[in-house]
C-alpha cells in the first residue's frame, strides 16, 4: 500500500463520537451516507473520539455504504483503551462507549492500538496512521517521555506497518506546531495533520507548512472553524457560546474574527466558505478536515466548497490578519480597519439611536445597520472617495453625515474582483 491521494476535502469524525452532544447511531450514519454521496472521500477518526464510538461507527457506515473501499480514512495511535464504569461527559464525550484511554507510544502500545481500531473499523482498510496528540499541551512535563517512547519505539512500528504494506502512509496528528518541529528534526514523516493553527483566523504554522512545503510533507489542515468561532457569517454580540480553541475565546480574537466576518459579508461572502478554503491556499495543504455530524452540515460544508471568494477579499481578510483593526466602540459594534478609514465596519448588529463614535465624538444612528456594512466615520460629500483599509474603494454618489450608513445607494464601486472555484471531488493541487 502506498501513500494516498487525498481530496482536497475531508470529514473529522469526533462528533459521530458524541462530541459535546449525543448523536444517534442513525445520524452517524446518515452523516456518513451523505458525506460519500457528495463526493467527500476521506474520514479521519482516532480512539479518543467518543473512546471507540467514533470508529465503530464510521466503520458500520463504511460497511454499509462503501463495500468496494474507495473511501481514504485515518485513524490514530498513543491511547490504549481499557475498561472503564464510568459515565457522564468525559473528555468532552457525552455517553461515550464504556472506556477509558491510557497514553502509550511504545512500539506495543502502538500495535496494540493499531489493531483495536482496525477490528472497530470492522477489518476496514485503514490507509493513514498519526501519532496522537504528542505536545506540550497535552502531556505536560511527561511529553519528553511519550515523545521518546515514540520515537525509540511506535515510530519504527508504524514503520514496518507501512513496509509491509498494511497502511499507506505514517505522522503526526496534533495541534501544536513545536511539536511538528521537534519530529521533523529526528524522522522522516509522510503527513502531518496540524489541526487549528493554519486558519483564516490563526497563521501560525506558515513557516511550519512552508518547511513541510520543501521536505516534501503533506499536511492535512483540521479545525478550520478554530473550534467554531469562523462557523457562522455573523459573530453575534453575547459571545457566551463561542468557542476558539476549544475554550472561549479572548477579546482579541473576538475583534479579529469580527472584523473577518465584515470583509466577508461586505462582498458578500460566507465567512465559513472562506474559513473553510483558505488552508488550500498554502501549497503544502493536501486536505481539509472539518467535524460534520448531520446531512445538513454535509450539504453546508459541499455549498461552501463551491462558493467563489474573489481574489480581493483574500487580500483584504489577509490584511486583517496582518495588522489587527481597532474596537472604538463600547459595545464592539464598530471597528476601524486602518487609521486613515473614513467609514467605520458594522461588527454586530446596530439599531436606530444606538450611540456611535465618530471622529468628532458620538452620535446616534439613524436607522438600523447590519453587520457588515460600513458607516460614515466623517461627513462624506457627493464624489468624495471612500477609504477602507486606507485605500479608496469607491466613491460617494451623495452626501453622507457622521455615522450614516454607507450603502449601495450613496456609494458606487470602483473596482472589479475576480473569483476563482474549487469543487469537492478536485484533487488537482
Known sequence: MTMPVLPRFGMGAAAIGNLYRAVSDEEAMATVAAALAAGIGYFDTAPHYGFGLAERRLGAALAAHDPAQRAIVSTKVGRVLVPTTQTGTRHGFVDADPFDEVYDYSADGVLRSFEASASRLEGRRIDIVLAHDLGTATHGDEHARHRNAFLNGGYGALCDLRDAGAIGAIGIGVNEIAVCEELLDAVPLDVILLAGRYTLLDRRATALLDRCAALGVRVIAGGPYNS????????AADTGGLHYDYAPPPAEIVARARAL?????????????AALQHPLRHPAVACVVAGLVGVDQVDAMVARIGSEVPVTVWAALDRVVADPPARISPADQLILLHPQDNVLICVAPIAAGDILPTSGGTIPAREGITVGHKVARQALAAGEKVIKYGAPIGSMTASATPGEWVHMHNMKSDYIAAHSRSTVTDTRR
Do not use: C
Open 228 to 235: 467554531g468561532i469562523l462557523a457562522h457569517d455573523t459573530i
Open 261 to 273: 466576518a465584515a470583509v466577508a459579508a461586505d462582498a458578500g461572502v460566507s465567512l465559513p466558505a
